[in-house]
T-cell receptor
């Protein structure tokens, strides 16, 4: 089955530590996205990528980094510069950037120890 | 900038009809989308309105009026499994088409 897979489901970060969230899709989609969701809130865009080896900052990119070395993969690193990283992180993909239909992964809950 | 306003909570009974409104302030956009998210789960796409008017998909319908900067999601014959959060989203022209999401409406369906 085609889909988008995020791992791990739960992740804990220590102070000063960088952590990487995995996102893989086998939908052959060009565009991929990372969103952050805080309790009771909407989704805020962190980074997005239209094509391999290219990505752009979203609305809340500070303290995060991404890479897009392969079409299928779009990992997100939460760096130590992100002072409030506790949130639910959602990865998504779409066939093209201007698309109303995003396919989401099941999310990663990141907490700080 | 862009902003979307939705009610934070809505409660309805099983079998009823409920309307979730979305008002927005944006200069121009490709369309209005709706997503459903069950607690702790992934958002799933429900519907999309590129043009004004009503789009129907089974028990769910969505409406858009660009002149009124307003849209809504209509859920009919409510079921307990419809209890979830519902998000509207727009893809503004000046944002390269990226989706901007509202804060979400938590729908509680009671027996």
């Amino acid at each position: 089955d085609g889909g988008i897979t995020q791992s791990p489901k739960y992740l804990f970060r220590k102070e000063g530590q960088n952590v990487t969230l995995s996102c893989e899709q086998n939908l052959n989609h060009d565009a991929m996205y990372w969103y952050r969701q805080d309790p009771g809130q909407g989704l805020r865009l962190i980074y997005y990528s239209q094509i391999v080896n290219d990505f752009q900052k979203g609305d809340i990119a500070e303290g995060y980094s991404v890479s897009r070395e392969k079409k299928e993969s779009f990992p997100l690193t939460v760096t130590s510069a992100q002072k409030n990283p506790t949130a639910f992180y959602l990865c998504a993909s779409s066939s093209q950037l201007i698309s109303e239909k995003l396919f989401f992964g099941s999310g990663t809950q990141l907490s700080v120890l | 900038g862009q902003s979307l306003e939705q009610p934070s909570e809505v409660t309805a009974v099983e079998g009823a009809i409920v309307q979730i409104n979305c008002t927005y302030q944006t200069s121009g956009f490709y369309g209005l989308s709706w997503y459903q998210q069950h607690d702790g789960g992934a958002p799933t796409f429900l519907s999309y309105n590129a043009l004004d008017g009503l789009e129907e998909t089974g028990r769910f319908s969505s409406f858009l009026s660009r002149s009124d900067s307003y849209g809504y999601l209509l859920l009919q014959e409510l079921q307990m499994k419809d209890s979830a959060s519902y998000f509207c989203a727009v893809s503004p022209y000046n944002q390269g088409g990226k989706l901007i999401f509202g804060q979400g409406t938590e729908l509680s369906v009671k027996p």
